[in-house]
């Protein structure tokens, strides 16, 4: 009797990751821990300005010292810019924009000479006016920040759809407000790092951070004078990135122009201050917003206005409102729609991309908005959303085709598995008791990309892949893995079409020179681009195998399988032949020898934005709900998350391990920006560069997680999954705001909500309504 | 030129040696002398745990003890876990829950983990909470860090001796 192998699925399991042994047993070695033979070290002295020219920089002492290598300035520079409109040269000649600004950088033997070499550089500043407001910014006469750009506007974007005049006309109630979200940063552990190497024929090495391979050697090349194809691009491991990798900050060209200069590998690292003060942050942004609707609670238009703090350049930050229009638009169904936002130089620092883009602020001001209209309209919070909720095959004012999404599915289950509603009503009954710990529900959900989104020509990814004689098999994708997971998954599908164990497959990535094109790791784009390569390509190898095997076996292709490393009848498991036999067969097979190597290039079928911002920019959509039950402490304002509830259409599980760590590590990060974290920017310097002063999440303050996934089966993602590691960071923050209200009738609209800002908020409240109790009181 | 000091310590159930220098801390010793690089420089100031060690059997951050406090101490880091009995359970643990994303936390939870259980085979959930307040982690939210804890005192229990 033949064995007999059953057909099973890896789908959907629950897998370990690839990389968490190395991990765990620390034979990962991080960029941080790179070195090189002969590897010099690199410090750049900053500014203490924010806005001032450079009359002179004097780097004689530097340069005198022993066991310094090489001092540059901006004269030692390339003139190639870098950031989103080139308006950043990594070393600052002229005059200085914000408290980053990068005057003059040291290599050395060790950090410590690094260090002496800067304390002896002697710059003289003319301080200039300064301005950190945006609506000062705009005003006349404003101090201006980039002479190309006289009137402070970094970029701006503007839609329109349908007719916001009429609609207001026919609405019911109009509501208003402004919510203003504010400067936090990615903290990520492993700080900021760049290694550089030039060979004798100028092409250079670089390790990077980057989470977007490709294009950063075009982004790169013109700040060191270089062609993109002689930049080779390296990522190893690395400590968290988040999006704050997703741009070239003057870092890596100041140390790659050092390792130019010395002929030598120069490595640079920040210190954690340095990664509080000159990294990225997520775009602070002033929304205002006028809404209306029906009585019955109908939403008839939005309005919405935002400007944005652009700091003293332009990274990826002042880009966040090709995000935020999205949610604006196309969050719930409303059939009129004006946006417009100004990203405005200033003197403070400037943001980058930060995982949730811009959806974190919309989403914030969008789903605070919308329980304000819920009360308006005199409906619960889940009957509102329900009412208004986006619904398959939707096509939004932008052109986005929802597909299968369950909007209202999400919403339902978070709610009835909260036991929402009665815990609402109760809470707010209890509003006017005079207890000093009160209990609050509150619910938000949101709209994402989930099939990538197409910023560039290409959202596409390219996947080779080779069988051994011993039937192990080698992935070469062009996605980054950092720490996320993706390997793991990439090689789920793998293993799913080739019939073969995890352990037989080796996931190679993260170098330039090898690996085939893809457009990075940002947009939740991962799973669904490169994971729909990976089952491509190795459906590619599949077929290629069984047609060898149907030939040999005189079995019909069509009735053939590959399981557990076995060709066996697909029919009824019944073993043909071990699949490494195959290979070998069709390896030494004379003229007609094959070796297994496929190759794949993944083009999801959505398009750019045109000019006026329409066109289906991701090949899937999905939405999340988030439920918080929080206690406050009315007297010392602090607010204690209990349990949240997550609801999130994923399209379908893949690794069940890996999907709860995205969604429990996303919830975390927006509870630090609901509630704690928070980059004072102070004059345009950085007030807290600290974990002391910065809190960050610690587990003591993590809530009870209550996960679903709704399985909405994708048409195109691979397996039916779709993209999902931005909506948990988006969602929870108005959530927490939302059930601060029923809890005690505050709203805070600027995040995040301090124990100092909510006490102050409730003391104020219960002056107004004691000065109102007494002004009655008189009267009668 | 600088001021250096002899010392002697067990490092990972091994005796060595080594001359350091008077400012020298105990995680830039292990990177510089052992090449042991399990140990993380993530704020070089005793806030988020990433450089945790055991010495003498109490996790200490080694970006703030100086090297020089080693000398004659029983010291433990990550790589000394695994040895040829197999890696250790909270290793194991870790990598079974999905505790581990980018994995730069890792080994300072790990060794803050070793502690805690090596304290108290029996610890609780709300314990092991308490217990690596210290150590922070962006990736995960904690929750499967906490459910390898626990999923390690289970393994240890199991496990003989």
Same mark, same amino acid.
């Given at each position: 009797m033949n064995k007999v192998i059953e057909k099973t699925t890896i789908i959907g399991k629950r897998v370990t990751k690839l990389d968490a042994p190395d991990k765990a047993t620390a034979r990962t070695r991080y960029i941080n821990d790179l070195v090189l033979p002969r590897m010099l070290y690199a410090k750049i002295l900053r500014t203490d300005?924010?806005? @001032?020219?450079?009359l002179s920089i004097d780097t004689s002492g530097a340069r005198a010292l022993a066991g310094v290598h090489a001092v540059i300035t901006a004269s030692d520079a390339p003139d190639g810019k870098i950031g989103v409109l080139r308006d950043n040269p990594p070393l600052k000649g002229d005059k200085v924009r914000c408290i980053r600004d990068e005057i003059a950088a040291v290599a050395a033997d060790t950090e410590e000479i690094c260090d002496a070499a800067l304390r002896l550089i002697k710059v003289e500043y003319e301080d200039l006016p300064t301005v950190f407001d945006c609506t000062e910014a705009l005003s006349e006469g404003a101090p201006i920040i980039d002479e190309d750009r006289p009137d402070n506007i970094a970029m701006q974007q503007y839609f329109e759809h349908g007719d916001i005049g009429s609609a207001e006309d026919d609405s019911d109630f109009v509501v208003e407000g402004e919510y203003n979200v504010h400067y936090v940063t990615h903290c990520n552990m492993g700080v900021s790092c760049s290694l550089a190497d030039y060979d004798m024929d100028g092409r250079v090495t670089i390790y990077t951070q980057t989470q977007y391979p490709f294009n950063v050697k075009m982004d790169i090349a013109p700040s060191l004078g270089a062609h993109p194809g002689d930049v080779r691009i390296i990522q190893p491991?690395? #400590? #968290? @990135?988040f999006g704050s990798k997703l741009d070239v900050y003057p870092y890596e060209p100041i140390c790659a122009i050092l390792a130019k200069k010395t002929r030598r590998p120069v490595k640079l690292i920040f210190s954690r201050e340095e990664e509080f003060v000159a990294s990225p942050t997520r775009q602070p942004v002033e929304f205002n917003i006028r809404a209306g609707m029906k009585k019955d609670g109908t939403l008839t238009f939005r309005d919405v206005d935002c400007l944005l703090n652009n700091g003293g350049y332009t990274s990826w930050g002042a880009t966040t409102p090709y995000v935020s229009m999205r949610t604006v638009t196309s969050h719930y169904t409303v059939p009129n729609v004006r946006y417009r936002a100004r990203a405005v130089y200033t003197n403070n620092p400037f943001a980058g991309s930060f995982r949730g883009y811009g959806n974190v602020q919309a989403t914030w001001a969008i789903e605070t908005h919308m329980d304000r209209m819920a009360e308006v309209a005199g409906l619960d919070p889940i009957a509102f959303r329900i009412k208004n909720a986006n619904y398959p095959g939707e096509i939004t004012p932008q052109a986005a085709n929802l597909g299968r999404v369950d909007h209202v599915g999400c919403i339902l289950q978070a709610a009835d598995k909260s036991d929402f509603l009665d815990k609402w009503h109760d809470c707010k009954a209890r509003q006017a008791e005079n207890t000093r710990y009160k209990r609050g529900i509150g619910i938000a959900t949101s709209l994402h990309n989930a099939g990538g989104a197409k910023i560039h020509k290409s959202d596409g990814c390219g996947t080779m892949l080779k069988m051994d004689d011993y039937a192990r098999v080698t992935v070469i994708t062009g996605a980054s893995e950092i720490g996320q997971g993706s390997d793991t998954v990439i090689a789920q599908f793998v293993a799913e079409e080739l019939g073969v164990p995890m352990r037989d497959i080796t996931i190679i990535n993260n170098d330039s020179a090898t690996s085939p094109w893809d457009v990075g790791v940002h947009a939740s784009r991962t799973t669904y681009i490169a994971g729909n390569s990976a089952k491509r390509v190795a459906r590619k190898a599949r077929e290629r195998i069984l047609r060898a095997a149907a030939s040999y076996s005189n079995v019909m292709m069509e009735n053939l399988d590959l399981r557990a490393g076995y060709v066996v009848q697909a029919d009824d498991g019944v073993v043909i032949m071990p699949l490494d036999k195959i290979l070998r067969q069709m390896h030494f097979a004379g003229e007609d020898a094959e070796l297994v190597m496929e190759t794949d290039y993944y083009e999801p079928p959505s398009e750019p934005e045109d000019e006026n911002h329409v066109g289906d920019m991701s090949a899937a959509y999905s939405h999340a709900a988030h439920v918080a039950e929080i206690v406050v402490d009315t007297k010392l304002g602090t607010i204690k998350v209990e349990k949240v509830w997550s609801a999130q259409d994923v399209g379908r599980v893949v690794n069940l391990t890996g999907l709860e760590g995205q969604i429990e590590g996303g919830i975390a990060f927006g509870l630090g920006y609901a509630l704690s974290e928070d980059l004072k920017i102070v004059e345009g310097k950085v007030a807290n560069p600290s974990f002391r002063d910065y809190h960050v999440m610690t587990a003591p303050q993590i809530p009870e997680f209550d996960l679903t996934f709704l399985e909405t089966d994708d048409g195109e993602g691979p397996a039916g999954a779709k993209g999902i590691a931005e909506l948990p960071t988006i969602v929870i923050a108005p959530a927490i705001g939302n059930a601060l209200y029923n809890a005690t009738g505050i709203r805070i609209h600027h995040p995040p909500m301090t124990p100092e800002k909510v006490a102050r908020a409730i003391a104020e409240s219960n002056a107004a309504q004691d000065n109102a109790k007494g002004r009655t009181d008189e009267r009668g | 030129m600088s001021l250096k000091i002899e010392i002697s310590l067990v490092l990972n159930e091994t005796k060595v040696e080594a001359s350091v220098g008077v400012t020298e801390s105990a995680l830039e010793l292990l990177r510089r002398e052992f090449d042991l690089c399990g140990a993380k420089l993530a704020c070089g100031e005793g806030e988020c745990g990433a450089c945790t060690i055991i010495v003498d059997g109490r996790s200490r951050n080694s970006c703030l003890t100086p090297a020089v406090d080693l000398d004659g101490r029983d010291v433990m880091t990550v790589e000394g876990l695994w040895t040829e009995k197999g890696v250790d359970a909270v290793q194991q643990a870790f990598i079974n829950e999905g505790a581990v994303q980018c994995g730069y936390c890792t080994p300072g939870m790990i060794m803050q983990a070793r502690y805690l259980l090596n304290r108290n085979p029996d610890i609780s959930e709300a314990e092991i909470i308490r217990g690596l307040e210290g150590n922070v982690c962006r990736c995960t939210g904690y929750k499967k860090i906490i459910a390898a804890v626990k999923g390690a005192s289970r393994i240890q229990e199991g496990s003989p001796g």
């Open positions: 300005r924010v806005h @001032a020219k450079i491991p690395i #400590g #968290g @990135a | -």
